[in-house]
């Protein structure tokens, strides 16, 4: 049988995808910098959400009814918006063929399950805590899981090297961990909830590595947001269900209007994120988003210190370390020094 050019090359297996967003290639410094203050954004939206659904989960005395309550909000505002623009309908058809054609995993839409737990410990912890040990915690945990999950290449960024500052930053994420909870060594229990948001920390990082996938595979930043209330509201659902039959609902809610918006600034944390995972990957993500976290932390527990959290000399030597930390693992490796001299001579 006669093959023609035409024919031979329809038979050619398509090239692989490219990662998009690698920070080595395709991203220009200025979209970097982009990145980064939008991580950096996302990151105080994460503080003040913390001390809001804290709040919250201490009024209602059920820190998970104060989770679903804050994702609630969040999905039904996405709900109204997203659906109901043009651009939104293509986001959500392009989504659905990703998944169909296999370029997009099923369980790459499940990030929202890592933020509902983020959420939860939000509502059980941080009034015990305060939001600067909360966060330091959180980010102990993110430092250490953006390396595993950079590594191996979840993120829309690709894979990235495991190189020498990336190491050491994560090292000190740790230290500043034990440095921020040294307080709390004589109450184990304290320890125990300090475990929790460095557990959703973990977590945290598979969730942004994920969620940039649904980003690019719907072309679509509230699509992925969507996608993440989705599937957290659904797991807290679940949960919620089992607390209720087991403790009831709660008998009162608090009047405060303010303790509801919780949500809306979860799209923000959400919505920066999936933008800014693709300019700087997972790792860097993470890092330049613990300056918005920390300083918003460390504000609110100066400004509005909770009972149980009031700011100390171990929280702000552990702030200190982590942004320490956050700017070692940002260096550049030696051999990308290198390789920059040698393209710019």
Request: aromatic share 4%; net charge positive.
């Amino acid at each position: 049988m006669h093959v023609t050019p035409s024919t031979a090359a329809s038979r050619q297996p398509a090239p692989p995808v490219r990662p998009t967003g690698h920070p080595d290639h395709g991203t220009s410094p200025a979209q970097r910098v982009v990145g980064a203050g939008l991580a950096a954004l996302g990151g105080l939206a994460i503080a003040v959400q913390g001390r809001i659904n804290g709040q919250l989960g201490a009024s209602l005395h059920d820190g998970m009814v104060a989770a679903l309550i804050s994702f609630g909000v969040g999905l039904v505002l996405l709900l109204a918006t997203v659906p109901t623009t043009a651009a939104g309908r293509r986001g959500l058809a392009r989504l659905l063929a990703a998944l169909r054609a296999g370029r997009l995993r099923w369980w790459q839409c499940l990030g929202g399950m890592c933020g509902a737990y983020l959420v939860t410990t939000q509502g059980l912890t941080v009034s015990l805590l305060g939001v600067a040990v909360f966060t330091v915690a959180v980010v102990g945990g993110q430092v250490i899981s953006s390396l595993a999950v950079d590594r191996a290449g979840f993120g829309p960024a690709g894979p990235q090297p495991l190189t020498r500052p990336r190491v050491i930053g994560a090292v000190l994420g740790l230290v500043a961990v034990v440095v921020a909870v040294s307080d709390e060594f004589g109450h184990p229990d304290q320890l125990w909830w300090a475990a929790l948001p460095a557990l959703a920390g973990l977590g945290l990082a598979w969730q942004q590595a994920v969620n940039g996938r649904v980003r690019v595979a719907s072309d679509h930043t509230m699509v992925a947001t969507l996608v993440n209330f989705t599937t957290g509201t659904a797991a807290l659902l679940l949960v919620c269900a089992v607390d209720v039959l087991v403790r009831g609902w709660p008998t009162s809610a608090p009047q405060q209007w303010w303790l509801y918006v919780g949500g809306t600034l979860g799209i923000v944390a959400i919505g920066t994120a999936v933008v800014a995972v693709r300019l700087i990957g997972v790792l860097l993500l993470g890092l330049t988003s613990v300056a918005g976290q920390l300083l918003g932390a460390v504000l609110l527990d100066l400004v509005a210190p909770t009972d149980g959290g009031r700011i100390s000399a171990a929280g702000v030597a552990g702030t200190v370390v982590t942004l320490i930390a956050a700017a070692v693992a940002a260096l550049p490796s030696r051999r990308r020094r290198s390789a920059s001299r040698g393209a710019s001579a």
